[in-house]
């Protein structure tokens, strides 16, 4: 089991960026594939972006393709996400995940391991 806290969210204009971060208690982070999920109001949580544990490989959705990317630093035990060209349609409370399980999950049930969320609201 690993505590996640996720961090960095707020309110920015459409065009803007943002970058969230999400930092892993315990010493296994290296261990865990990580990712993010997000939830707009009165929708399903989806997936946004993962990392393997070694960092070597990423995974987007198509709507962040080009504009967020996710890194990973194992000696700090933290996830990031870099949010750029920002869209009104990217509002939405953005959760951090791990995993141990093999593979790069992309739906929820993949993960056993959210953090509480972080706000992102992008204004037009």
């Known amino acids: 089991q690993v505590q996640l806290v996720e961090s960095g969210g707020g309110l920015v204009q459409a065009g803007g960026s943002l970058r969230l971060s999400c930092a892993a208690s315990?010493?296994?982070?290296?261990?865990?594939?990580m990712g993010w999920f997000r939830q707009a109001p009165g929708k399903e949580r989806e997936f946004v972006a993962a990392i393997t544990r070694n960092g070597g490989s990423t995974y987007y959705a198509d709507s962040v393709k080009g504009r967020f990317t996710i890194s990973r630093d194992n000696a700090k035990n933290t996830v990031y996400l870099q949010m750029n060209s920002l869209k009104p349609e990217d509002t939405a409370d953005y959760y951090c995940v791990a995993t141990r399980t093999l593979g790069v999950p992309r739906t929820t049930y993949g993960y056993e391991n959210w953090g509480q969320g972080t706000q992102v609201t992008v204004s037009s």
């Open positions: 315990g010493r296994t982070f290296g261990s865990y594939t």
